[in-house]
């Protein structure tokens, strides 16, 4: 079984920054797609960014330019570091991981195998 484990959520001021950490166990983290999503109360889980196998990200065009997904193969971590935070960008975020031969993007939740358990971002104004 895959665990997926995130954390560096928390509360900060709008125009502030948050990384966030995804912690994911076994050997063949390299070998998996990621992505993070989020949901906000009273709306379904959305798409923000993903990466594939070899590092190509795909953002969500409203977080284009403020967010960044990075993945560091040796530690089996996959980090978003978030920018000029605003107010809609609270919600609780999860990363999601999909096991893979292809060097594909994926953008739906359904098309992920393994989640976290979430961390929450909240951004005042």
């Known amino acids: 079984q895959v665990h997926l484990v995130e954390s560096g959520g928390g509360l900060v001021q709008a125009g502030g920054s948050l990384r966030l950490s995804c912690a994911v166990s076994g050997r063949t983290f390299s070998t998996y797609a990621m992505g993070w999503f989020r949901q906000a109360p009273g709306k379904e889980r959305e798409f923000v960014v993903a990466t594939c196998r070899s590092g190509s990200i795909l953002y969500e065009d409203s977080v284009k330019g403020r967010i960044t997904i990075s993945r560091d193969n040796a530690k089996n971590t996959v980090y978003l570091q978030m920018n000029s935070l605003k107010p809609e960008d609270t919600a609780v975020y999860y990363c999601?991981?999909?096991?893979?031969?292809?060097?594909?993007?994926?953008?739906?939740?359904?098309?992920?195998?393994?989640w976290g358990q979430g961390t929450q971002v909240t951004v005042s104004s």
């Open positions: 999601a991981a999909k096991p893979t031969t292809y060097d594909n993007i994926y953008t739906t939740p359904t098309e992920y195998d393994y």
